[in-house]
T-cell receptor, first 111, second 115 residues
Framework: EPEVTQTPSHQVTQMGQEVILRCVPISNHLYFYWYRQILGQKVEFLVSFYNNEISEKSEIFDDQFSVERPDGSNFTLKIRSTKLEDSAMYFC?????????FGPGTRLTVT | AQTVTQSQPEMSVQEAETVTLSCTYDTSENNYYLFWYKQPPSRQMILVIRQEAYKQQNATENRFSVNFQKAAKSFSLKISDSQLGDTAMYFCAFMKEYSGYALNFGKGTSLLVTP
């Protein structure tokens, strides 16, 4: 069964560094998303992406964040100049007319 | 903005019994979608069931079913014949219209299934 994959599963970075989180959505899906979940809290929407552009973004998704679909399969989230409060689980998701289906997540730890 | 409320932070049920998790939401939209996601200790988010607001029939997926009351803005999840593997956080989520829009999640209900 097709699934969303994410790499790496765990990323540790120092405050101020840039990180890129990678996702491979389900192949025939057209809508892609990034969400995050701070430990013990609810899942929060960051951004949705369709037809090579952002379709919706939350207040969390400020200039520190960017998304890109560099080729036909990958979907990336870049966080510039990471802060301690960026430590969270980051989930990629994709959807067609069902779902969205989530990937297993990347646990980001900012030290 | 749509809000999703899960009023039961924690619940427990014995194996083979039935449990119902509640969810209410607030929206002015007429067409929308509702979801239940399961998050086991691995933290993977697993889609359990979805409901389109325009459908009057309640969705069912094996042991999981929903009671969708559009006028009351209520969307509860019933788990029948509970299994130990059902132990997880369960999140209710709302999406306006369809695809490309944000999922708004509730705070979750932690379900423990005991032997």
């Amino acid at each position: 069964e097709p699934e969303v994959t994410q790499t790496p599963s765990h990323q540790v970075t120092q405050m101020g560094q840039e990180v890129i989180l990678r996702c491979v959505p389900i192949s025939n899906h057209l809508y892609f998303y990034w969400y995050r979940q701070i430990l013990g809290q609810k899942v929060e929407f960051l951004v949705s992406f369709y037809n090579n552009e952002i379709s919706e973004k939350s207040e969390i998704f400020d200039d520190q964040f960017s998304v890109e679909r560099p080729d036909g399969s990958n979907f990336t989230l870049k966080i510039r100049s990471t802060k301690l409060e960026d430590s969270a689980m980051y989930f990629c998701a994709s959807s067609d007319l069902a779902g969205p289906y989530f990937g297993p997540g990347t646990r980001l730890t900012v030290t | 903005a749509q809000t999703v409320t899960q009023s039961q932070p924690e619940m427990s049920v014995q194996e083979a019994e039935t449990v119902t998790l509640s969810c209410t939401y607030d929206t002015s939209e007429n067409n929308y979608y509702l979801f239940w996601y399961k998050q086991p200790p691995s933290r993977q988010m697993i889609l359990v069931i979805r409901q389109e607001a325009y459908k009057q029939q309640n969705a069912t997926e094996n042991r999981f079913s929903v009671n969708f009351q559009k006028a009351a803005k209520s969307f509860s999840l019933k788990i029948s014949d509970s299994q130990l593997g059902d132990t997880a956080m369960y999140f209710c989520a709302f999406m306006k219209e369809y695809s490309g829009y944000a999922l708004n999640f509730g705070k979750g209900t932690s379900l423990l299934v005991t032997p």
